[in-house]
Every structure is written in structure tokens, then in C-alpha cells.
């Protein structure tokens, strides 16, 4: 880990400017290419982390035979290509990097795999103690499994095939390389599993109400939050002290003023640029995954632990534990390519400033992209087009305007002030993420008077500090209470204030200003029962087909509630629209509604897992969010939560579908509109 200032004071400053030596040196301009291909590189470099690259060396083929009841064999046949080596999962020395793994611990291997085949013996560089048995030619592998409930074998089987290959030549290896399989299981359990129904036809419904397209913030929304949180950067210790340094060079050491204002422009467009090109990688992956993959980032348990554990690190930081920033060499590489030529070492310099500041605007950067990453690659590109907009624009303007320097306030402990707040508020934002992991698991960690009780501590940590009371490393004493000061203090402590009902059984816990954030009241609380939900209205869960033979056998139409336990704008959705008076009036009486969670990670019955063919090409269903949000996808369209759609007994389409809508009113003029077309098919 390398600290902010790890380009030394001495190359940074010369009593008070840049050096030459960190910015460009009056040598031939760099030529356009070699800008593109940086910037390439930097694109194919970020790719690759998000990528998922499949193996080309390896084009295994898997088929199935049954040899006794709940018994079968398993062959894995392959011809390894080039000059790459199979190594066998039979060897002399400690090699187990060959094995089977599926999604049901019922399913076990019985015994090694046997293999045929024209084995050698190699030696490779990375094994003094002997040779390993390795392939070249044609080889099968074959393992017999078992399942230990016989009537409980699908008709489709997945798994995952774990090998080994390298090539001894140059050292490479790579052990437990990943093969995902699906192979038809004879006389298994065919899946009733449903992915497309031919009925629904979402685009010709009978009433045409309803929404086209989700109601998720605006790019226009999203790029205002990515300026107002890279104004916020501004003010960090790694940004500020920049601006004036940055003006003053660019317009002492330019021959004329013109020119100075034309390169500080470049900067701040470059800086514009670089933050843009962050997000290039996400468009490419959009096209080439699936249309879930960002909601899959919101509810994903596993990413959310990370999330949580990576804010935790932002915090710490902020409360100047310890500098966070990319690789030294990534920074000096920059840094050394900012004296080639104009147009290049401006662009390098833009680059460096966004190295070495990343201790300050990554945690703000990270926390709005985290929070618009289930809406796709266009509002990312959207925050953090607007974060760098808020960060260049100030160098462009103060180079055309060079005497409001002196209108700037100072750097000093007023910095290390905002650095702390933030710190406050990324724990805060960290206990959210722990939350969404919590209640998509449901391991009952963070109900939600333990979640309102952490933000309640961190806001009074925060206002602590801010009094003086607490102090930090870095920190310095309070000898004055300014009007700013005050009144954050004053806006944390009503904060904090307006929270502490939320500890309470009460009518005045409901919190209603951050409603969605914390666990819901009603099924997420240490209380058995809360003040004023006694009668609170709850739908059939996760059981669609059970909902629809309720709605034949009363004859009421379907009210699909596609939702999320991670789902800020669903728990919103549900404790200030649905207690409505009318709106739950609908729903409990007139409509038969189910709720689908298309996070649930529970798995499915072995029997009902299986590989299914989607309009975006093959996916495999294991757990029941895997079937539901499948299921939305193909047949209303939509990636996103909540997503409301309202269907006959035999499911046929009555509306278009509706999503977050916050007016009670306009939620239950859509449930009348969709009754009137239920009342149009029963009439006909």
C-alpha cells in the first residue's frame, strides 16, 4: 500500500509551485496514437477484472450413463490443443486439483475418476520432487456419482468440473481451472420450472395504464449527484491545495495568457475524461452478460460482505489511520510521462492528480457508483461524468479567472474535519451493506433496532467531533465555533435526535424520512409484534403457482409484486404506500397478490434446477431468485425492483406493469384500472 504523497514534496512543490519535472517539458508534442493507446490500455487493463474469461484451450465435452438406481458414470472428454498439458488426476505427488462439485451435498463421487488415454510422464519446473502424469493427445476421465435420494435425480444435472493444465516450458499452471457443465440424466425428474409464458403478452394488455419503463433516478439525477459528490472532493486535503498550485503554474509558466487558460482547460477536460473511462468496462460487459448482472451487484450477498468490508477500509482511512491509493508504480509511470510534450504531459498530469488524490475520491466516487449499479452501465458512465466534471471545472475556471484564488479559504484542519464526517458517514453506508447481505441470508444479525442504533452511535460520534469533544489522528483542537461548524453540529444532532424513536415500540418508530433503509418494521424487528402493524397485509410468498389457483378458485386477478430483500425502493413501496387506506383496501380484498424475491438464495429442490434458454441466451436456475428473476425478465422485461404486474387466473396481461410510485393515489388508481379490465375478460 503506498501513501498520497509518495511523489515527494521536493519533486511537488518549488516554493509553491509545481515542479517542471512533474508537469511537461517543452518537448515535441506526443503524438495522438500514443495518448489512444494508453487510454486503450488503461480500458483493456479495467476489463479484465470485470471479465469472465472463458477457457480456449479446453473444449470439454461431458455425457451421462445411467448404471444403477440413483447411480451414474460421468465422462469428461477433451483433445488438449497446442502445447498445453492435461495433468491427470491420478498422480505421484500431491496434485488434487481435479474434482466435481455441484449444488446439492446429496450428489457424492464415489471413488477417484479413471481415466484413458496416452499418459506421459513431464517434468515441470514447479515440482523438484518428481514428474507429473500429463496429457497431450485425446483423454477421458470418468467419475461415478451417486445421489443419495433415488427419486430425486434431474433430468438435468450441474455442475462444476475442476481440472488442471499448464505447460511446463515456461513455467505456467494453473490448477483448478473451472469447467461449468450441464448433462441430461436418464429416467431423471424433468423441471416444471418456467421461464417464458406464451400468454403474456406485456406490450397488448387489455387497459393500457400503467409505467414504460422503470422509475430509477434520472441520468440527469445521477450525473447532479456525481457533481455534488465531486464538489465534496474538492474540498478533501488530496484535491484542494491542488487548485491554486495547478492555476498558478499553468498561468505563470505559459508564454502568453491564452495559453495558460487553453492548458488549464485541457487538464480539466482530461480529468473530465479519465473519470468517464472508468466506466468504459461496464458497457462492454453489458453487452456481453446477462441483463441481471447489475442488479446481481445490489443483491449479490457475497459482494455485499464486500462492499461492507471495503467501506470499513474507506473510514478507517478518512480517519487517517492509513493513506489508501493505486499502485506506486501506476503513479511514478504517470507521473514520469507528464514532461512529454503538451497536449500528452497534460494528459499525464490529469492522470496523476487522479492517482494520487484516490485516497480521498474513491470512497465517494465507490459509494455513488455502488448506489447506481443496478441500473446499468449508462448511469454509471452518468455519476462519474459529473463527478469528474465538478473536479476539472474548477481548474478551467480559475485559470480564466485567476484573481478568485484569492477569494479560496486556506487548506488547514478545516480538511481533515471533512475527511472525519465522511468517515462517519462511510461506516454508516457500510452497516447498510452488511444489512442487505443480513436480510437476503436472513441470519437475523441487524434487525432493525440494532441497525438504527448503529447510525444513532455514529451520529453522535460525528457530532462529538465536531464539538471537540472527540478527537482523531491529524485532528486539531477547536479553538473557535463557526457558523459552518455549528450548524453541522446542529444537523447531526437533529439527525441523531429524529433516529432514537426508531429504538422504541412505538407509533413514532416508523422512521418515515428513511423508510427502505433500515430493515423493515414489520418482519425485521427484536419486538414480536410492532405498534401499528398488527393487521399489516402480507402476500403469499415465493409461491406463483399457488397464487394463481387462489385467484381461479375466488376469481380475482393476480398482483405480482417482483421485489428484493435488499430493495430500498420495495420497503419504501411497502410502509408508505401499501398501508394507504384505499391501496390496502385493493390489495387485501380485490387481488390475490405474490410476492417473488428475486434474491432469495435459497436453493431449489435438485429436482426443479436446471439450464434454461432466455432471450439472452442460456442461464442456469439453482436458487429461487434465479427462477424469479428469470421469470420477470422474460415476460415483463425488466431487470429492476419493485416491479408491480397484475395478471388474470390464466395469465393473461390486464395493464402494462408499474413500478416505484410513491403517490399512494396514482399506485391505487393503477389497481383500479387493472380491476376494470379483470371485470372487461369476465364479462366477455
Known amino acids: 500500500m503506498w501513501r498520497s504523497d509518495i511523489i515527494s514534496k521536493e519533486r511537488f512543490?518549488?516554493?509553491?509551485?509545481?515542479?517542471?519535472?512533474?508537469?511537461?517539458?517543452?518537448?515535441?508534442?506526443?503524438?495522438l496514437h500514443k495518448i489512444i493507446s494508453f487510454i486503450l490500455s488503461l480500458t483493456i487493463f479495467s476489463f479484465s477484472v470485470f471479465a469472465q474469461e472463458s477457457n480456449p484451450f479446453f473444449p470439454w465435452k461431458v455425457s451421462s450413463k445411467k448404471i444403477g438406481e440413483g447411480k451414474y458414470e460421468l465422462v469428461f472428454s477433451v483433445s488438449p490443443a497446442g502445447p498445453w498439458e492435461l495433468y491427470s488426476p491420478i498422480q505421484k505427488i500431491d496434485l488434487a486439483t481435479t474434482e466435481l462439485q455441484f449444488n446439492d451435498s446429496s450428489i457424492t463421487q464415489e471413488g477417484k475418476f479413471s481415466e484413458k488415454g496416452e499418459v506421459k510422464e513431464i517434468k515441470h519446473p514447479l515440482f523438484e520432487e518428481g514428474a507429473l502424469r500429463a496429457y497431450q493427445s485425446p483423454v477421458e476421465w470418468t467419475a461415478i456419482i451417486t445421489f443419495s435420494d433415488k427419486d430425486s435425480v434431474p433430468a438435468m444435472l450441474q455442475g462444476k468440473f475442476l481440472y488442471t493444465y499448464g505447460r511446463s516450458a515456461d513455467t505456467s499452471f494453473y490448477p483448478s481451472s473451472e469447467f461449468p457443465f450441464s448433462v441430461v440424466m436418464e429416467g431423471g425428474v424433468l423441471s416444471d420450472t418456467m421461464t417464458k409464458v406464451a400468454s403474456i403478452d406485456i406490450n397488448n394488455p387489455v387497459n393500457n395504464c400503467g409505467d414504460e419503463g422503470a422509475n430509477n433516478k434520472s441520468i440527469f439525477t445521477i450525473f447532479l449527484l456525481g457533481f455534488l459528490g465531486g464538489l465534496i472532493a474538492l474540498l478533501t486535503p488530496c484535491v484542494f491545495p491542488m487548485i491554486p498550485v495547478t492555476v498558478t503554474f499553468f498561468t505563470k509558466k505559459a508564454q502568453h495568457k491564452g495559453k495558460g487558460i487553453t492548458n488549464a482547460v485541457l487538464y480539466g477536460l482530461f480529468i473530465f475524461l479519465i473519470y468517464i473511462l472508468i466506466t468504459v468496462p461496464f458497457h462492454v460487459a453489458d453487452k456481453a452478460i446477462s441483463p441481471e448482472i447489475f442488479n446481481n451487484i445490489s443483491t449479490n450477498v457475497w459482494l455485499n460482505l464486500i462492499f461492507f468490508a471495503i467501506f470499513i477500509f474507506f473510514a478507517l482511512s478518512f480517519f487517517g489511520l492509513f493513506e489508501i491509493g493505486l499502485p506506486s508504480g501506476l503513479a511514478n509511470r504517470a507521473d514520469s510521462r507528464s514532461g512529454l510534450g503538451n497536449i500528452g504531459g497534460i494528459f499525464f498530469m490529469a492522470a496523476t492528480l487522479a492517482i494520487v488524490s484516490f485516497s480521498c475520491t474513491g470512497p465517494i466516487l465507490g459509494t455513488l457508483l455502488v448506489g447506481v449499479a443496478e441500473q446499468g452501465a449508462w448511469p454509471l458512465t452518468a455519476g462519474a461524468a459529473g463527478f469528474g466534471l465538478a473536479l476539472g471545472l474548477p481548474f478551467a475556471l480559475f485559470a480564466m479567472f485567476p484573481h478568485w484564488l484569492q477569494s479560496l479559504p486556506k487548506s488547514g484542519g478545516w480538511?481533515?474535519?471533512?475527511?472525519?464526517?465522511?468517515?462517519?458517514?462511510?461506516?454508516?453506508?457500510?452497516?447498510?451493506?452488511?444489512?442487505?447481505?443480513?436480510?437476503v441470508k436472513q441470519w437475523g444479525l441487524l434487525k432493525r433496532e440494532i441497525f438504527i442504533g448503529f447510525w444513532i452511535l455514529f451520529g453522535l460520534l460525528t457530532v462529538l467531533y465536531l464539538a471537540g469533544i472527540l478527537r482523531v489522528k491529524n485532528s486539531t483542537p477547536v479553538k473557535r465555533f463557526s457558523v459552518t461548524r455549528i450548524a453541522f453540529i446542529v444537523l447531526f444532532s437533529a439527525i441523531t435526535i429524529y433516529l432514537i424513536p426508531g429504538l422504541t415500540n412505538t407509533r413514532w418508530a416508523d422512521l418515515k424520512l428513511i423508510s427502505g433503509f433500515p430493515p423493515p418494521r414489520a418482519t425485521y424487528s427484536l419486538y414480536s409484534s410492532s405498534h401499528g402493524n398488527k393487521n399489516i397485509f402480507e402476500?403469499?410468498?415465493?409461491?406463483?403457482?399457488?397464487?394463481?389457483?387462489?385467484?381461479?378458485?375466488?376469481?380475482?386477478?393476480?398482483?405480482?409484486?417482483?421485489?428484493?430483500?435488499?430493495?430500498?425502493?420495495?420497503?419504501?413501496?411497502?410502509?408508505k404506500v401499501w398501508p394507504d387506506k384505499l391501496v390496502d383496501s385493493l390489495m387485501r380484498h380485490?387481488?390475490?397478490?405474490?410476492?417473488?424475491?428475486?434474491?432469495?438464495?435459497?436453493?431449489?429442490?435438485?429436482?426443479?434446477?436446471?439450464?434454461?434458454?432466455?432471450?439472452?441466451?442460456?442461464?442456469?436456475?439453482?436458487?429461487?431468485?434465479?427462477?424469479?428473476?428469470?421469470?420477470?425478465?422474460?415476460?415483463?422485461?425488466?431487470?429492476?425492483?419493485?416491479?408491480?404486474?397484475?395478471?388474470?387466473?390464466?395469465?393473461?396481461?390486464?395493464?402494462?406493469?408499474?413500478?416505484?410510485?410513491?403517490?399512494?393515489?396514482?399506485?391505487?388508481?393503477?389497481?383500479?384500472?387493472?380491476?376494470?379490465?379483470?371485470?372487461?375478460?369476465?364479462?366477455?
Not at 512543490?13 to 503524438?31: A, D, H, I
Not at 430483500?565 to 410502509?575: D, K
Open 13 to 31: 512543490y518549488t516554493n509553491g509551485f509545481l515542479e517542471n519535472s512533474f508537469f511537461f517539458k517543452e518537448q515535441t508534442m506526443l503524438n
Open 415 to 439: 480538511m481533515t474535519d471533512v475527511k472525519v464526517v465522511l468517515g462517519f458517514l462511510e461506516l454508516a453506508l457500510a452497516v447498510k451493506f452488511l444489512s442487505n447481505a443480513d436480510l
Open 539 to 575: 402476500p403469499i410468498q415465493n409461491d406463483y403457482k399457488a397464487a394463481l389457483a387462489l385467484a381461479k378458485k375466488e376469481n380475482k386477478p393476480v398482483l405480482i409484486d417482483f421485489t428484493g430483500w435488499a430493495c430500498v425502493n420495495c420497503r419504501r413501496m411497502e410502509e
Open 590 to 684: 380485490q387481488f390475490v397478490v405474490v410476492s417473488l424475491y428475486v434474491d432469495e438464495r435459497r436453493k431449489l429442490p435438485l429436482t426443479e434446477q436446471t439450464v434454461v434458454t432466455t432471450s439472452n441466451g442460456e442461464k442456469s436456475i439453482v436458487t429461487v431468485g434465479d427462477k424469479w428473476a428469470t421469470f420477470q425478465t422474460e415476460n415483463f422485461g425488466a431487470t429492476s425492483q419493485p416491479q408491480y404486474a397484475i395478471l388474470t387466473p390464466d395469465e393473461k396481461a390486464l395493464t402494462k406493469t408499474k413500478f416505484y410510485t410513491p403517490d399512494a393515489d396514482e399506485f391505487a388508481a393503477w389497481l383500479q384500472c387493472g380491476l376494470e379490465a379483470f371485470q372487461k375478460t369476465s364479462s366477455k
